[in-house]
C-alpha cells in the first residue's frame, strides 16, 4: 500500500501535462520513459506547479500511442517497470508534486485479453464484455455511427458473426459499460493504481462510456450546420448530431461508481474530458460525481476576444458552484502558439496566454513545450505516426506536431533528448527554445511562466476570488478577479495593434511590477503594445 500526497489539491491547481514517449529518454531508445520523467522532476518542480498529469503508459500495442490499452495493470516495457512507477511516485511527493494519470476506460486495444475472448463466440463468459450486434439483412453496420478516426464505428468479426462497436480506431474496441461485470471489474482496476499512491485520474472520453441500447441511427446536421465539437470540421464524423452514440443519460450512473471508489482514498482529484455537442451542460451534470470537467472550448475556439469572453462567461454562469478547468493545449491538437498565434512575436503572443490562463478562475493543464513557446511541428507524411493524421492527410495532420520531443540542450543531437534517433523528430525551429538555454536567460518565456505560476499562488483575488468581465474595446479583455483581501484588474491586449486604456476610474491602482512586464504609463492612460497586458491591484 502506498501513501497518497497527504494535502489536498488545490482548488485551482496548476497541473503539467506530460506526454511520456516525448518528454525525456533515460535509456536512449529513441522514447521516452517513467525514469526519464523521474530524473526531470526538479525541472517540473521548479515551475511551481502543483502536480503532473501524465498521459497513458500501460501495456498497449501503440496504434494509438498508450490509448489502446492491453493490461490496465501493468507497464508497457518502452516506458519501464511498475518499479519504474514506484520510484517516480515517492519522488514526486517527496518534492511535493502530485501525479495523476490517464484513464482510458471506454476502450480497450483489441490485443486486450477480454476481447480475445469475447470475440470467440456469443456463449463465453465475456460475451457480453464488448459492444456486439448483429449485421442488417443487406449485410452491413447495425446503424450509421461513426468513427472519430475515419469510416464506420463498426467492424465485422467474422469468427463471431456479429459487428463491434469501436468509437476511433478499429483496433480500440469499446467496452459495454451495460454489463455489470465490467463495471466491477474496471473499479478494481481504479484501486490497483489508487493503492499504488496516485493522487487522481484524468478519464479520457468520459462521455463515451454508455452507448444507446436500442442503437439507433444518429441525426445528420443540415447544411449551415456547425460540426460536432472536438473534430476537424471536413471529418465525417463532425456532420452528425451524437445523440446516441455517447453521452447518455445512464451516464451518469458510471461516474457515481467511479465516485464511490475515490471517496475510499484521501484527496483524490477526478477530471473527465468530455467532448460533446453540449458540453456545457454535459460538464456540470458530470460534476456531481467528478471533480472538474476538461472541455475541448477552449482548444477550438478562433482567436477573438469576444468569443473567448463568451466562452468563459458561459462556464462561470454554469460553473459557480465548481471550479472550471481550462487548458489552451494539449496532446491532440495543434499547439496554441501555433493555432492562435500565427504570425504574431512569439515570446510576446505565449506570454500574453499564459497571463490569460493564470490569471483567469480556474484549475489550469499547462502542456509539456507550451512553457518554452514550443510551435506546431510540421511532420513530413512519410515520418507522420499518429493513424490519425495518415487517414485524413493532407487537410489534416494528425497529432504528431504537437507532440514532438521536449528540447532540453540546444548544443546537443535530439536537443538532449536521446542518443538514439527519436520516434518523431525533434524539430529543428524548437533548439533555440531548449530548457537548459531559457533557464540561463533571465527574461526567457519559462522563467516568467516560473515567476507568474509563484506569484499567482500568493494572490488572494486568483486564489480564491471570483471573476468580472468589464467593457473593454474590441481586441481586448479586462476583467476583475475579486475577494475581501483584494482586488485584480487584468487588461489584455488580444489585438496586433498598441492600445490605449483608460485608468481614471481607479485612482488608487498600483501596477504589479515583480513580474518582467513591460507597460507605458502617460499620466491615466495606460498603452500596451501588440499583445500586451497589464496586472493592476484596485483594492
Known sequence: MYLQHSKPWPENAVIYQVYPRSFYDSNNDGIGDLKGITQKLDYIASLGVDGIWISPFFMSPMKDFGYDVSDYCAV?????????????????????????????????????????????????????????????????????????????????????????????????????????????????????????????????????????????DNPIRKNGEPGAEGVPADNPYSRQHHIYDKSQPENLIILRHIRSIMDRYPNILTIGEVGDDNSTETSVAYCEHLNHVYSFKLLELPFQDRLIQETIEAFEKAFSKNTPCYSFSNHDVVRAITRWGKEYPEKNFAKLLITMLLTLRATVFIYQGEELGLSESDIPFEKIQDPYGKEFYPKFKGRDGCRTPLPWKQDQANAGFSKSEPWLPVDENHYTKAIEQQTSEALSLLNYYRELIHWRKKQPALQKGDLQFLDSSEGALVYVRRNEEQILLIILNLSNQQKTFDLNAYPHYSILCDLNIDIMLEGSRLKLSPFGFALLDIT
Open 76 to 216: 508497457d516495457p518502452i516506458f519501464g517497470t511498475l518499479e519504474d512507477f514506484h520510484e517516480l511516485i515517492h519522488e514526486a511527493h517527496k518534492r511535493d508534486l502530485k501525479i495523476m494519470i490517464d484513464q482510458v476506460l471506454s476502450h480497450t486495444s483489441d490485443e486486450h485479453a477480454w476481447f480475445s475472448e469475447s470475440k470467440q463466440n456469443k456463449s463465453n463468459p465475456k460475451k457480453n464484455w464488448y459492444v456486439w450486434a448483429d449485421a442488417k439483412e443487406d449485410g452491413s453496420p447495425p446503424n450509421n455511427w461513426l468513427s472519430v478516426f475515419g469510416g464506420s464505428a463498426w467492424e465485422w468479426e467474422e469468427s463471431r458473426g456479429q459487428y463491434y462497436l469501436h468509437n476511433f480506431l478499429t483496433q480500440q474496441p469499446d467496452l459495454n459499460f451495460h454489463e455489470p461485470q465490467v463495471i466491477k471489474t474496471l473499479e478494481s482496476v481504479l484501486s490497483f493504481w489508487l493503492d499504488r499512491g496516485v493522487d487522481g485520474f484524468r478519464l479520457d472520453a468520459a462521455n463515451f462510456y454508455l452507448h444507446d441500447r436500442l442503437l439507433r
